[in-house]
């Protein structure tokens, strides 16, 4: 079937640094992507979202950048923070019959250094 | 406003077992999706009600169903549990009928033994 994302990777940056996490989706016409957080013995805290009709979108410390071309989603996150530790992952959507069904990612384990 | 509720937290159950899972939405949600997270499989989407009414279904089988109730909280719950069940099950809630920003309980992790 479909899948989003890659098998678990890790990235490790120091405090302060910025991160970039990267995710691949896999329907050339998903219209909507959200990115989670998922901290250790937590449910998956949204992060933002993004839909097809946007490159970049920006909130508190994120942006996400969309390349539909190829077909790619990421998250940058500045000032990396210990608290940003865990796991981030995307999810790509297509609006069928009125509703968003949710393709996720296995997502990227982000370490941060102190 | 308080998140996303999932009770029980923690389950312990036997093969051949039933159990039920219970998540009460957002204040005002009237869209409850239920999830299956493993590390191998990632978030697998098990089904999602809107008003009631099942809307959409993923790929489980049938020991795998779901209720909705009138004041928005669901059920799930899962028959004849098998030793492959063991998972995090994560119930989201949106407010809207097109599902979009999904917020997340803290899941039900159920083991299976």
């Known amino acids: 079937g479909e899948s989003v994302g890659l098998h678990l990777p890790t990235l490790s940056v120091q405090e302060g640094d910025n991160s970039i996490i990267n995710c691949a989706y896999s329907n050339s016409a998903s219209d909507y992507f959200i990115w989670y957080k998922q901290e250790s013995g937590k449910g998956p805290q949204f992060i933002i979202d993004?839909?097809?009709?946007?490159d970049k979108r920006q909130g508190q410390r994120v942006t996400v950048l969309l390349n539909k071309t190829v077909k790619h989603l990421s998250l940058q996150i500045a000032a990396t923070q210990p608290g940003d530790s865990a796991v981030y992952f995307c999810?790509?959507?297509?609006?069928?019959?009125?509703?968003?069904?949710?393709?996720f990612g296995t997502g990227t384990r982000l370490k941060v250094l102190a | 406003k308080a998140g996303v509720t999932q009770t029980p937290r923690y389950l312990i159950k036997t093969r051949g077992q039933q159990v039920t899972l219970s998540c009460s939405p957002i204040?005002?949600?009237?869209?409850v999706s239920w999830y299956q997270q493993t590390p191998g499989q990632g978030l697998q989407f098990l089904f999602e009600?809107?008003?009631?009414?099942?809307?959409n279904k993923g790929n489980f089988p049938g020991r795998f169903s779901g209720r909705q109730f009138s004041n928005s909280r669901s059920e799930m719950n899962v028959s004849t549990l098998e030793l492959g069940d063991s998972a995090l099950y994560l119930c989201?809630?949106?407010?809207?009928?097109?599902?979009?920003?999904?917020?997340f309980g803290s899941g039900t992790q159920l083991s299976v033994l």
């Open positions: 999810a790509e959507s297509l609006q069928t019959s009125g509703t968003y069904k949710y393709i």
């Open positions: 993004i839909r097809s009709n946007m």
């Open positions: 009600y809107f008003s009631e009414t099942q809307r």
């Open positions: 204040s005002g949600h009237r869209s």
């Open positions: 989201a809630s949106t407010v809207g009928p097109t599902n979009e920003k999904l917020f």
